[in-house]
Nanobody
Framework: VQLQASGGGLVQVGGSLRLSCAAS????????MAWFRQAPGKEREFVAA????????TYADSVKGRFTISRNNSKSTLYLQMNSLKPEDTAVYFC?????????????????WGQGTEVTVSS
């Protein structure tokens, strides 16, 4: 089971980035997926989650209306489109997968984690 996150980088305030998380070695379409982030000196926090079929998603209040989570089950890939980025969005972003179709904002619900991709928003 592998999750490979990519797409992070340095962007100016108000800019956009799209993160990707490529999965391999397991039936991606049967897993709930999520994005979490951890800023320097802070605890990991929930960003967004999506059901196995992609029909339902939920977001942290801090990113609602700016970020969009999506998935392409035929490509075993999870995405996070981030628009109107703010300095407080600076963090390492992690994708996570949960068996049994988990749909949760809690990190403890997820079984597998990617290595993280760093996002820096400069003002």
């Amino acid at each position: 089971v592998q999750l490979q996150a990519s797409g992070g980088g340095l962007v100016q305030v108000g800019g956009s980035l799209r993160l990707s998380c490529a999965a391999s070695g397991w039936p991606f379409s049967g897993y709930g997926m999520a994005w979490f982030r951890q800023a320097p000196g802070k605890e990991r926090e929930f960003v967004a989650a999506i059901t196995p079929g992609g029909g339902t998603s939920t977001y942290a209040d801090s990113v609602k209306g700016r970020f969009t989570i999506s998935r392409n089950n035929s490509k075993s890939t999870l995405y996070l489109q981030m628009n109107s980025l703010k300095p407080e969005d600076t963090a390492v972003y992690f994708c996570a997968a949960g068996s049994g179709g988990v749909y949760s904002t809690s990190g403890t619900s997820y079984d597998f984690w990617g290595q993280g991709t760093e996002v820096t928003v400069s003002s």
